[in-house]
């Protein structure tokens, strides 16, 4: 009996086994059927550029798209927010899809230029031409072969093809596999060496047929989004990642960001939405509320040392062609929508969801081209190590974030669930884990179990042969100097280079549908994104899909998971918004989640993770290096401060310059340092970036002073908060009341930033921003280099007024509105009810009213007569017919780009606002009787009442008003003309025009 139950078991697990092997094979027809064998063949990566999201970028940049293409992968579309992390995975992407066969198979990676005039040529001499990853070449007529040595590689017989005047390309018609191998050049450089026409080719293997030459040439591989409502501005990740990308030679990866595309209140989603703001807060323009936002500092440790990489950006990164430019820059739809739509594709998300909710939403018909997505973020069952007390610590110890499922360290005691990544914008994360497409989720579960060790520290330390790896060491070292306790080793994790490296080993297997990878241990879990706090379906008054509607947007359900209280701000009483919780049942989508990173099969190591020894033998990988840093791209690179020689002068009135980095700002500062010093001695300046552009783009005011050789004038960073405006627990950071009226896209942040696009046009400067710090300004501890810090407004004020002989000070504000009768309507945008105020008192209007109530003598300079002066056309008609000084064209470029972007899009409408802007400088040294300048005196005071529709609002006070000078009127077509003749003078001009005359100089030897 018992052998028959045997036999028929056995009969049963036989079958079994094929019924199994039948349902793969049907699995394996329907994915041959919908192309799922041939595999992906794009990756798409979604980022917030925070120092995390480039360590990650690093990474996968660097590992070998051979190894990673057993699938046949080669589309990938990063969305990245450019923390610190993020580009340590960018670096890992970018060593991982480098080239799409076997490098072996390859001849060198660069090719080989032939340049010629109507005759056959060869090689005769051939030049390295690092920056433009081209070979420069001295021709003979003789058609032949010329053997090359690679720096990195074995020498080479390489086949010469006739270049024709016209650009018409004749292949010599020999069989010989050197010939073969050297496709026809699909597309011309335009560039030139010696005024010759210059035309490249690419490294492809012996075999590449024309088809597969076309693909390299015309299709990126991968693509980049940036996500720009996070850790970082858009303005100074866009132009961080392009010099990322030309360090590592992959100017073909697309990169995207931004859109002045909105969200109408009938909930249509409008082409190219940029993904500044939280979908719960996009509105039909850039602008908005800093919902979530504000949980992340403004200033050190947050955006700006994330923006700056804490100033190891400029002096290290190498500059390339590419850069932001107005109406120009590729969108972050854009970029998604031409990636997904060209095939399948892998989307990595190491920032927030909101471009890639947005397209889901808008592109539902593309969604099927998605074939997975990584996502680096949430907390399932975490416990933050954070924050915790030490085992043999006394009762003295308060824990802070210990045992916390999130990470939101600025704001824990109210919302202890959420990570950053899905706390940007939650609903967007919802709608990702939601879509339907899988999803693998490197949570803070995984990443809390690999801190940065101290072993780890020092192994990189003493490993960085390539520039990459030295640039995220760099940044990691900063870090860690500029810790705000000692427990950096308990709270620095890797994140979205863990997350990069996870996805790199699972998808080098076919249907390894259980996530198996070398780094992390994973788990299939059930789990949902909090969006809302129950109870359910009560108008509160936060929630914008719901309040004040009949129909809630995007027809969501009435009383559903989205319809409850949703976070406001800073300390809003306990709110769960953001929590990746585990649900049983239909409310939550199975997931697979890394649970915790491997320990080293390698026990012996010093490096107790698996992981840790990958990634630093990913980044120093001699394949698919970095060409060069800042300093060697250029072969006679020097660094040089010029200060002026003042000895025999008698220096005119002291000035302290105030600027909040507008274009108006720059354009005001120029003519300043043009005016005679025996007039005008600009003695400091001050930047608030409370204003128009963000705390980092302090570096263009630097680049501006070495341009006018004035390297000699300190520059002090104000407060990056209006008055009252921090947050009273925590004072990095706080709220954006009035600087949320400020575009964050086109018109505003993204171009201020960029300087409308040619902040890269000046001059790079020695000095720029940098988080080196001292222990004697209360610092934890002192960096390497604590003589470099970067100084406070009030500390240059302090050192200013200490210099200065004691006498009456004056101030001359350029701002305010005096409305006589409600009939002058004030400049503040997007803040419809407040008609009456100017856009300098909103923005700070404690502040103004501080000023414009003290004892000093003050002049104002208001919107009335700056109004006067706002025509592009008169002003830049005398700029043309005056002397091109290097500054005169600087100026003309900036002004002739403002007048053009008005006239193309609605964005720009209020450029003439910096016109005005530049009025308070010329009135400063102006001759009365040239400017015929008349003045009146007002009893005024500012409203400084926390009402948005009345504050920086200006009244007439005869009684308790502040008694001030103020312009009333002056001849606008003299103004022009002494603008125009100051800006030509040769005297006091530019020392270094541009950085192309400084790249010039860079290239030739010092004399």
């Not at 066969?101 to 010629?116: A, E, Q």
């Not at 610092?779 to 007024?801: C, N």
């Not at 009402?947 to 920086?952: A, I, K, L, M, R």
């Amino acid at each position: 009996m018992k052998e028959k139950e045997k036999e028929k078991e056995k009969e049963n697990m036989l079958f079994l086994g094929f019924l199994h092997r039948m349902f793969f094979i049907i699995l394996l027809f329907v994915a041959t059927f919908y192309n799922g064998v041939e595999g992906l063949d794009r990756i798409l990566l979604d980022t917030d550029v925070d120092t995390d999201d480039f360590f990650a970028l690093f990474y996968l940049l660097k590992l070998n798209r051979s190894e990673m293409d057993l699938k046949g992968l080669d589309r990938i579309l990063l969305d990245t927010d450019v923390d610190t992390d993020d580009f340590f995975a960018l670096f890992y992407l970018l060593k991982l899809n480098r080239s799409e066969m076997d490098l072996k198979n390859y001849i060198p990676h660069r090719g080989f230029v032939l340049v010629g005039r109507g005759e056959y040529c060869r090689p005769a001499d051939l030049v390295v031409d690092n920056r433009s990853d081209l070979v420069k070449v001295v021709t003979t007529p003789i058609v032949g072969q010329r053997t090359y040595r690679d720096p990195r590689g074995p020498i080479y017989d390489v086949s010469i093809a006739e270049v024709r005047q016209e650009g018409h390309v004749d292949w010599p018609g020999s069989s010989s596999a050197n010939e073969a191998s050297i496709p026809k050049p699909s597309k011309y450089l335009f560039d030139s060496v010696g005024g010759k026409q210059l035309y490249r080719y690419g490294a492809l293997p012996v075999d590449a047929s024309p088809a597969l030459a076309r693909t390299v040439w015309e299709s990126p591989s991968e693509a980049i989004t940036i996500s720009a409502n996070a850790w970082t501005s858009a303005g100074h990740a866009i132009n961080q990642v392009y010099d990322m990308l030309y360090m590592m030679g992959r100017d073909d990866i697309a990169v995207g960001v931004g859109g002045e595309g909105g969200i109408l209140p009938n909930a249509t989603i409008l082409p190219d939405v940029g993904g500044y703001l939280p979908i719960i807060e996009q509105g039909n323009d850039t602008s908005g509320y800093c919902r979530y936002r504000q949980t992340i500092p403004m200033g050190l440790g947050g955006r700006l040392d994330i923006d700056s990489n804490y100033g190891f950006r400029k002096s290290f990164l190498p500059q390339g062609k590419r850069q932001y430019s107005p109406l120009r820059q590729p969108t972050a739809q854009q970029v998604m929508i031409k990636t997904i739509s060209s095939g399948p594709t892998v989307v990595f998300l190491i920032g927030s969801h909101t471009n890639f909710a947005l397209f889901l939403l808008s592109n539902p018909h593309l969604k099927k081209n998605v074939e997975h997505i990584y996502i680096m973020g949430g907390g399932v069952r975490s416990q933050n190590p954070t924050g915790c007390c030490p085992k043999n610590s006394t009762s003295s110890c308060q824990p802070r974030q210990c045992g916390d499922h999130g990470n939101i360290f600025t704001d824990y005691t109210s919302n202890p669930y959420a990570e950053f990544n899905f706390f940007m914008d939650s609903f967007a994360s919802y709608q990702v884990i939601h879509s339907g497409i899988p999803v693998t989720l490197v949570p803070l579960d995984a990443t809390n179990t690999i801190p940065i060790t101290e072993k780890f520290f020092e192994t990189f330390e003493k490993n960085q042969h390539t520039y990459e790896a030295q640039y995220c060491f760099k940044s990691l070292k900063i870090a860690r100097d500029t810790w705000f306790d000692d427990q950096f080793y308990t709270s620095y994790f890797m994140w979205d280079s863990f997350m990069s490296g996870i996805a790199a080993s699972i998808m080098r297997k076919q249907h390894n549908h259980q996530g198996e990878n070398e780094f992390a241990e994973m788990e299939y879990i059930n789990i949902t994104v909090v969006t809302s706090n129950m109870p359910y379906g009560i108008s509160d008054g936060s929630n914008p899909f719901f309040d004040g509607r009949t129909t809630p947007k995007f027809n969501l359900e009435r009383n559903g998971v989205h319809s409850g209280h949703v976070q406001t701000k800073l300390r809003d009483p306990f709110c769960v918004d953001g929590y990746t919780k585990e649900v049983a049942g239909p409310g939550g989508v199975p997931v697979l989640v890394a649970v915790r990173a491997k320990p080293n099969r390698n026990a012996s190591s010093l490096l107790d993770k698996e992981f840790f020894a990958s990634f630093l033998d990913v980044l120093n990988q001699r394949e698919n290096a970095g060409i060069f840093n800042f300093s060697t791209q250029f072969p006679y690179f020097r660094e040089e401060l010029h200060k002026p020689d003042f000895r025999g002068k008698h220096l005119g009135k002291n000035v302290v310059f105030d600027m909040d980095m507008s274009a108006g700002d720059f354009i005001a500062l120029i003519y300043l340092l043009k005016l005679p010093v025996e007039e005008i001695n600009l003695k400091a300046i001050t930047v608030s970036p409370t204003g128009w552009a963000n705390a980092a783009t302090i570096d263009s005011v630097y680049d501006l002073l070495h341009m006018m050789g004035r390297d000699d004038i300190p520059v002090g960073l104000g407060d990056v908060f209006a008055m009252n405006q921090s947050d009273p627990i925590f004072s990095a950071v706080g709220d954006c009341k009035y600087n949320k009226v400020i575009p964050q896209g086109s018109g505003g942040f993204l171009d201020s930033d960029t300087l409308y696009g040619l902040s890269r046009s000046l001059p790079r400067s020695p000095r720029r921003y940098t988080a080196e710090n001292s222990v004697k300004f209360g610092a934890p501890r002192d960096t390497d280099h604590p003589e470099l810090r970067q100084p406070l407004a009030l500390e240059v004020w302090e050192s200013v007024v200490k210099s200065l002989d004691p006498g009456s000070k004056d101030i001359i504000v350029v701002g305010g509105h005096i409305n006589h009768g409600n009939t002058d309507k004030g400049n503040v945008i997007n803040i419809p009810s407040n008609r009456f105020a100017e856009l300098n008192m909103f923005l700070d209007p404690l502040a103004a009213k501080t000023v414009l109530s003290s004892e000093l003598n003050i002049t104002l300079i208001p919107l009335g007569i700056q109004r006067k002066v706002r025509a592009f056309p008169t002003i830049l008609k005398r700029l043309h017919l005056t002397r091109k000084t290097p500054e005169t064209i600087f100026v003309t470029r900036l002004l002739s780009r403002l007048q053009h972007l008005q006239k193309t899009h609605p964005r720009y409408q209020h450029m003439d606002i910096f016109l005005g802007e530049i009025l308070g400088a010329v009135v400063l040294a102006g001759d009365y009787s040239v400017l015929k300048s008349t003045y009146y005196v007002e009893n005024i005071k500012v409203t400084a009442s926390r009402y948005e529709s009345e504050d920086g609002q200006i009244t007439i006070d005869e009684k308790q008003g502040k008694s001030v000078e103020v312009l009333e009127n002056l001849d606008h077509l003299a103004y022009y003309d002494v603008f125009a003749n100051r800006l030509s003078d040769e005297k006091q001009s530019a020392v270094v025009g541009s950085f192309d005359e400084q790249r010039r100089l860079w290239s030739t030897p010092s004399k």
